[in-house]
Every structure is written in C-alpha cells, then in structure tokens.
C-alpha cells in the first residue's frame, strides 16, 4: 500500500459512503457489511471497499469492488483485490468492459459464465446496458500465474 491508505474490515460508520460510492457506480445498496473490506484514508473514512459474495461451494466472489473517483490512480481497488487474493485460492467476478484489463494485469482468466455464483450473474440478467457494459466472467487461482 502507498501508505495513504489503510484496510479494514468495514464498520457501521461506513456503510453511507459505501452505498454512495456504489449508488455512483449505477449499482444498488450493498445488502450487509459482511465480508466487506474497506480503504480508508488517513482521517479513517471510506475511500473504496471491496465486497465478496460466496457461491454454494464455497468460492469467493468479488461483488463488487469500488473507489470513490477521486481516490483512483492511487492503488485503492488493486490493493483491496491483491487482499482478497492473499486471503482465498480461488477468486471470482464479473468484470466491467473498462476494468477487464485492470484484472488480467492481476492475472485474473476469462472463465465460463456457469462458473459463476447465480446471485453475481443477476446484475447482468436484463440489464438494458450489457452492451455498453460488456461484462466479463472471470477468474484467479492461487500459484496459477500472475
């Protein structure tokens, strides 16, 4: 980490900036804060957090990650994702067409849409923007390559 920035696990206090910053994304409240780690800057507030989501076996999905548009470039979102990588063996996502190349540089794969958890695909089922969107599903192993 730069040193601007600091994870935590997610606490009451955040969860406004947190649905606000999702809200900004054009995505719906987060439902809890379990399994939410924060950025937070150095007077303690929010500036990104990252949310994983578990299929039926147990896999860890990453739904969604975001950082407040002023805290990009930073490393905020790789550093919450290299956290959530050092924590499980296998990630997965669906990735938007602008952070695809994000990802692959943190050696996530295309996979096959059925490897995804059916709660993580339902953003995509009907989504009038898939087009624009151009989701992609996506995956990471432990020792398999980047």
Not at 48 to 56: E, M, P
Not at 116 to 139: K, N, Q, W, Y
Request: aromatic residues 10%; charged residues 25%; negative net charge.
């Amino acid at each position: 980490m730069s040193g601007m920035f600091t994870l935590r696990p997610a606490r009451e206090g955040d969860w406004e900036l947190i649905n606000y910053y999702a809200y900004c994304e054009g995505m719906d409240n987060i439902p809890s804060l379990d399994n939410v780690t924060v950025a937070a800057n150095g007077d303690d507030q929010c500036v990104g957090f990252l949310r994983l989501a578990f299929s039926d076996a147990g896999v860890a999905h990453i739904n969604p990650v975001v950082t407040y548009a002023e805290w990009r470039g930073f490393g905020v979102g790789r550093a919450l994702v290299e956290d959530a990588c050092a924590r499980h063996d296998e990630i997965r996502l669906v990735a938007r067409g602008k952070s695809i190349g994000f990802y692959r540089a943190l050696g996530f794969v295309e996979i096959p849409w059925e490897d995804i958890a059916p709660g993580v695909t339902e953003e995509c089922d009907g989504c009038p923007l898939i087009d624009e969107c151009g989701p992609l599903p996506m995956g990471w192993k432990k020792g398999a390559g980047a």
